[in-house]
C-alpha cells in the first residue's frame, strides 16, 4: 500500500523490566487523561491478557484489543492500530511482562511497529541503579525507538532527585508517581481485578491520571504528543471468509462468573454472519432462545454457589445439549459444565453436571502460555491460564500444541467432546481462523 494510505498519529508502548512494575497503572493513567482533556484515546494490550483491558476500556471510553504477533499476527496487528490511529488522537499500547519477556516479546512488537517505548520502573528499592537499569533496557537490543522512563512508587521528592540524577540522558526523565496504596488496581488470582466489578473504578483512574498530571508526561499536550507519532501503513486486503453463521443466533454467557471475552471474537463471529444475544448465568433463569451457546472463560469458582443454586437454568441448558446444539466452552465455562468443582477453601459444589469429573482450584498455576488447537476447519491460535485440574472418564479427542510443535498424545490442553458439547481449557483468537471459529459454533462431525 502507498503512504498516502497510512495513518499517522501519537503512540506509545508502555512497558518494564518485569511484571508488577505498574505498566497498568501508568498505560491507564496516561489514557483516562488524555481522555479527559477531551481528546480520542485507543488502547491496546501486549498479549493475550484478558483483564488489563477491562481497565484500559474505562479508562479510555473505547474498546481494547489485543495485540500480539503470534496469537493474533501481524497483519492483524498493523490492521487494527491503523484502524485504530486513522480515528484517535492518542494510541496507547500496553506491555507484557518484562519489555524483552515471551517470543515474541513486546520489544519486538514495538520493533516491527516503530512504536516508541516508555519504560515503567519500580523504583521503591533503588536509587543509582535506576540509572543503569534505564540504559540497558533502551541499549540491550538494537532498534528500539526511545520514549523515557517513569519512575514508579517513589517515596520523595529527593528520591525522584537521585533517580532523575542516575539517568545518562536528562531528557529521558518522565517524572515520577509516589509510592500511594490509592494508585494501586486490587488483584486477586488470575490478574487484576475486573474493573466494572469495582463501585471506585473511575475514581481510582482519576487519582492515578491526577497524579501523572503532575509528571512531565503528564504536561505534555497534544503538540507535544507528536513527537511520538507513528505512520501505521493501511493493510493489505484481506480476502473474505463467508457469513457460514448467517441466520444462526449465538448465546454468550456474560457477567462477572464469565467475562472473558475478546472484543475481536465477537466481531468475528458477527463477521460470520451470526447474531450475538447475552445472558447471565447468575442472574438469569433460562438460555434465550439460540442455536448454539458459548460459555467463556472467567471465575465461576468465585460464584460456584450461586451458579449451583440455579436450578431453572442448569434445566435450561441440559435441554439445550439434548436438543443436539452445540456448546463451546473454554476454561471457566468448561469447569461449570463438570459435576463437580472444588472451589480454593476445598469446598465442593455440585454444578451443572453436563460432563463427567471434577475440577479442583490449585495453589499454583496449572498452565499458561500460547497454544493452538488444529480442527477440521483449521488452526486456532490462543493460549492457556488456568488454576484448577479437572479429572474426567472422558478421552480427549485432541489437544492443543505449542508453537510450531505438533500435538502428542500427553502434552497441552485436552479437546473434550461429549455430544453436542466441545470444550477445554484453551482459550481461542477466532479471527485467527474464521473458519475453525465458526465450526464451534455448528454441530460437531
Known sequence: MGAELSSRCPAILVAAPASGQGKTTV??????LHARQGRRVRAFKCGPDF?????????????????????????????RLHAAAAEADLVIVEGVMGLFD???????LARRLHLPVLAVIDAGAMAGTFGALAFGLQHYQPGLRWAGVLANRVAS??????????????????????????????????????????????????????????????????????????????PAAVAPVGRPLAGRTVAIARDAAFCFVYA??????????????????????????????????????LHAARLSANHALQASLRAHVQAGKPVWAECGGMMALFDTLVDTQGQAHALWG?????????????????????????????????????????????????????????AGEALLQLGSIRASYFHAWFPSCPPAAASLFTWPS
Open 27 to 32: 498505560a491507564c493513567a496516561l489514557a483516562r
Open 264 to 301: 475481536a471474537n465477537l466481531d468475528c463471529l458477527r463477521a460470520l454472519g451470526a447474531e450475538l444475544v447475552f445472558f447471565s448465568p447468575l442472574a438469569g433463569a433460562a438460555l434465550p432462545a439460540c442455536d448454539a451457546l458459548w460459555l467463556p472463560g472467567g471465575y465461576p469458582e
Open 102 to 108: 515471551g517470543e515474541p516479546s513486546a520489544a519486538d
Open 157 to 234: 521528592a529527593r528520591h525522584a532527585d537521585m533517580l532523575r540524577a542516575g539517568l545518562r540522558e536528562p531528557a529521558d526523565w518522565l517524572g515520577a508517581l509516589p509510592r500511594d496504596s490509592a494508585l494501586a488496581l486490587p488483584e486477586r488470582h488470575l490478574g487484576l481485578t475486573v474493573a466494572t466489578e469495582l463501585g471506585d473504578a473511575l475514581a481510582r483512574l482519576d487519582a492515578a491520571a491526577d497524579a501523572l498530571a503532575q509528571t512531565p508526561l503528564g504536561r505534555l499536550d497534544g503538540a507535544a504528543l507528536q513527537r511520538w507519532s507513528v505512520d501505521f501503513a493501511a
Open 51 to 79: 483483564l488489563d483491558p477491562f481497565w484500559l476500556a474505562q479508562a479510555s471510553g473505547a474498546p481494547v484489543h489485543q495485540l500480539d504477533l503470534w496469537m493474533t499476527g501481524e497483519d492483524d496487528c498493523r490492521a
Open 354 to 410: 453436563l460432563l463427567p469429573g471434577r475440577v479442583q482450584m490449585q495453589p499454583r498455576l496449572a498452565a499458561l502460555g500460547p497454544q493452538q488447537l488444529a480442527l477440521p476447519a483449521g488452526v486456532l491460535r490462543g493460549h492457556t491460564f488456568h488454576y484448577s485440574t479437572c479429572e474426567t472418564p472422558l478421552a480427549p479427542v485432541a489437544r492443543t500444541a505449542r508453537p510450531g510443535q505438533e500435538a502428542a498424545p500427553d
